[in-house]
């Protein structure tokens, strides 16, 4: 029998305590260990929602009305506490500042390990050694409020990394980011999933660098998903996306909209792709260059 | 809220200092007149400058000696007596009496007595030494964390009070109004967004909270044996409680009497 | 948005209390200015640069530039530790914030830094009352701005409970009301989906368009590249370019040494300018040029 998925959503539908209104309305979603996926959707869709299922702090923390299942490794979060489901699933918020709450960052990485029940010398080991990693060691004694948006950033997902999680997910982790930190987190998720097969499940407006890195796209429109799979499949769903108001990278866009003038076979990941289809259109004779 | 530099104060223990903190307490409470809250707060100032954040904790009470002064001059306000000052607002006028001159310095110099040394135990003393201190004191995770947390957020709305300031200032919100009533008003579009802020970053932090997994936090305080300075500082805060002490037992300000005899 | 009641109101557009606005009225001039906070290292050197009346400027630049801190010189909420800043001939150093407002508006990032109100409607009439205007004209300038902002329906509403998009567009109303000929807008779409963002930067061109000088702080240089036409580099506290959008973009060097990266369908003009396509700064510009590149090839076979 194969292992259970990491993350399987059946039927899910939930509703905050203070609202009558559904913001998720039917999730089936099932990612399995390894996977490296994008979410994308307009604000308001249920993309933090979705992400607060996947720890438990819905329904623990949150309160409110769950329906459906959500099983992490096969276990039913309901019967799970944050703290146990955070040892599978981390969980790292847009606002930085508020998830650094002790006085030092290395004591910021050590909570989790201690939490677990380790001593303070395999704490400060794992945290070290998570730190080093992610080249965030300097910054051991520095207070958290000191530090930039991109170091607060990598502080953050340092602290939950520490608890040595299956899946990292990035609830917006880059919209306070310039585009070099942006750059050096997906590179981060990239060695992550490469090196040490930790799923990853990123909720960004960065399309272009979605389309490159991830291995697999969730168009969520009004509690729904509405387009899963590769991102060469649901990059060619113009309509879907317009429909649900996100737009596309730009050059699967331009690929979208020269559809009848440029010898587009699928929608390209990246501007090298587009090139190549552009030096294609130009014919034999501009083979000079590329 | 934390220094980077936390001088000799960062190695004194963390119990040692709360202590400190509680004798400070009694001492603000038990002491009214100005001359002895005045020593009180030499001494207090003398702990910071041995301890070598002096200058850092000035530069930090800043902000906090505004508010402390305004909350002293509402007191001032308030208390009916011999008029100095009349303020006059619409049909009635406010007095601002002898008596309430006095209260209101008082009131000043108790409140930078409470604050002090909390604000210079806060910047020397890291969140962990701090939690588990409060925990040896008896008081239970949660409410230990709580407090921590609080201060240690204090640096984050200072900050969001400027950015807010600066955007109400933009839209011609004249903070500083006529007044005392106009004071107040001027702080409303301050103080609403940063206390709705406040709620939204609490909630986050509480999310924060969870997934590190302090519900179940197995907590062994772990404390180093004590050192030449904890112990100095211990024995500084026994000498304000005894001089408390005895200044409740005699029925008088010792601390009074003695500089109105070095006076003579 | 009502271009009709925009026609009507003009002459009455000031109050009393106003003086009515001069020629050149949105001007922006900042003379050799520098800037440090207290003892720190400069934040600004010797920044020289002219606004035009009706002109859309984008600021740029990596975290630590000095974008934030050049904002709020122009608004005065800072002033100068050299040189000086005029706002439509205004020396910002001998005027208060207050008065400057009535020229230069400035929309903050989080819109949660300045939504306090009970209801929208109050918010919006927050800044006209601080004006010191009569009012009478307080209502009728509240009463056209949720026109033009199309907020009628949501008057009543408290704003911290609309949505992302809403609050920005609440904020933004709220300052466009005063009247300033001037816009600062920083970060407007940060942490903004698409379709907020969108909304917004349409609004900022509209505005424009009716003759509001606009600067946009900002990160994301795929809406620069759509909507400005002059853009300024800012690195390390000095100006290091100040030109057209398309020559900014066209310099991934440039951008690179402020850990910027220029939108990925000018990276795509660039690697194919060798087919003799021209740079285009947005994908409607790509799709046009490249039906006139075919067009031309089709015609050349």
New interface residues.
Partial sequence: MAAAPLVALAGVRYRYPTSRDWVLRGIDLVVERGEYVGLV????AGKSTLC?TL?G?IP??TGGVMEGEVRVDGQDTRGL???DL?ATV??V???A???L????VE?EC???P????AS?REARARAHTVLAELDALHLC???P??L???QKQRVAIT??LT?EPAMLVLD?AT??L????V?RLFALCDRLNAERGTTILLVS?EM?LLARHARRLLLLSEGRIVLDGPPRAVLGELDAFRRA???L???A??AD??RD??PWREPPL???E??AV??E???SG?T??A | ??L?DRGRLGRVDARVKLFWVLATLVVGLVFVEIGSLLVVLASIALVAAVGGVLGDTLRRLRGLGVLIITIGLIFGFTIPGDPLLMLRLGGFGLAFSQQGLLLGIVSILRMFVFATPLLVVVMT????DLIQALMVARLPLEYALMIV?AL?FV??YLAEFGRIGDAQRARAHALVEQGLLGKLRGLVPIFVPLTLNAID?AD???????????????FRP?FEPLAAGSWALFAVSLALLAVAAASVLAGHDLIAAALGAGGR | MTTGDRATEAPALVASTEPPAAAGAGALRVEGVSFRYRRDAWALRDVDLTFAPGELTAIIG???SGKSTLMKLLVGLLKPTQGRVLVDGVDTRGARVSALARRVGFIFQNPNDQLFANTVAEEIAFGLRNLGLAADEVAARLEATLAQFQLQDLRDVFPRFL???DKQKVCIASIVAMRPRILLLDEPT???????SQAILELAARLNAEGITILLVT?D??NVAAYSRRTIVLRDGLVVRDGTTAAVMSDADLLAAC???P???V??AA??A??G?PLALS?DQ??AQ??GW?AR?GAAT
Avoid: C
């Fill in positions: 959707g307009t604000t308001g607060l720890n702090l623990h923390y506490s944050v703290a955070s981390g969980l918020f847009q606002d500042d508020a998830q709450t002790m006085s030092t004591e050590l909570l989790a201690l939490s677990q029940g303070r004694e520095r207070a409020q000191t930039s948006g991109g602290a939950v608890a917006e919209s306070e310039d585009a070099l930190s750059q407006h272009e108001g996100v737009r990278p730009q050059v866009e331009f909209r020269t003038l440029l990246d501007e090298a587009a090139e552009l030096r259109a130009a014919g501009s000079s260059g | 809220m934390i980077e003393t890291n969140n962990s947390l240690n640096p984050l970053r986050t932090v509480g999310k924060v909270l969870e997934i590190r997994g302090f519900a179940r936090r197995r772990e | 990596n975290n630590g949505a992302r998009g940060t942490g903004q989906d698409h379709r907020d990160h240089l795929i850990s910027l990266a939108p990925q369908i990276r795509l690697r194919v060798d087919l396509l994908v790509m799709v490249t039906r075919l090839r």
